[in-house]
C-alpha cells in the first residue's frame, strides 16, 4: 500500500486573488456567450426563412407617387387574413386592406398621384397592378355611414400629418 507524503501536497499560492479572478474570468466567458448566442439567434430568425424556402418573405404595398414618378406615401396589405381588415380583389388577386387604406387611395388619386400594388422583396420591387382606386371603392366595402363620415374626418387634409416616408426620402434623396 502506497501512502502519501507531505511533500506530494502542494498548496496555491494565492488562492483567494486565483479564484476571484478565475471567476471574474468565467462570467466574462458565459457573458459573452450569452451575447453570441443571441446575436447569432437574431442572424438565424433574420435569414432563415431564406435559407428555408430559397427566398425572403413578400410584403406587399399600395405606393402612391407623384406624377413625375417621385415617392409619395404607401399603406401595407397582406395575403393573410388580419384583425380589422377587408378582403379586396385588386387585377384579379385577393388581397386584405384596412379601410382606410382604400379611403386613402381615393384621396391620393383625387389628389393627382398615380398608384400601384407592388409586391417587396428584399431590394427588388415587382408592380402587380395599376390603379387600384378604380378597383376597388370605400362604397365597395359595405361601411356603416356613420363609421365612413368619422373615417373622412379623420383623413381629411386638416389632419393629416406629414408623411413620415416621404420625410425620410426627401432626407435621403441626394444619397447615391
Request: hydrophobic share 40%; net charge positive; proline share 5%.
Amino acid at each position: 500500500m502506497h501512502t502519501r507524503t507531505r511533500s506530494h501536497l502542494h498548496a496555491p499560492s494565492a488562492p483567494c486573488a486565483l479564484t476571484a479572478k478565475s471567476a471574474a474570468n468565467a462570467d466574462h466567458r458565459l457573458w459573452l456567450l450569452g451575447a453570441h448566442t443571441i446575436l447569432l439567434a437574431g442572424l438565424l430568425h433574420a435569414v432563415l426563412p431564406v435559407a428555408a424556402f430559397g427566398q425572403a418573405p413578400r410584403d406587399f404595398y399600395i405606393r402612391s407617387e407623384l406624377s413625375n414618378g417621385t415617392f409619395n406615401g404607401y399603406h401595407q396589405i397582406s395575403k393573410r387574413s388580419k384583425p380589422g381588415f377587408v378582403k379586396v380583389t385588386y387585377c384579379d388577386q385577393a388581397f386584405w386592406v384596412r379601410p382606410s387604406t382604400v379611403l386613402w387611395t381615393e384621396t391620393e388619386a383625387s389628389a393627382g398621384r398615380n398608384l400601384i400594388v407592388e409586391r417587396n422583396r428584399q431590394d427588388d420591387r415587382e408592380v402587380l397592378c395599376q390603379s387600384p382606386q378604380l378597383q376597388v371603392t370605400i362604397e365597395d366595402l359595405d361601411i356603416k355611414k356613420a363609421e365612413l363620415d368619422e373615417m373622412r374626418s379623420r383623413n381629411s387634409p386638416v389632419n393629416l400629418r406629414p408623411n413620415r416616408m416621404r420625410v425620410i426620402s426627401e432626407a435621403f434623396k441626394g444619397f447615391k
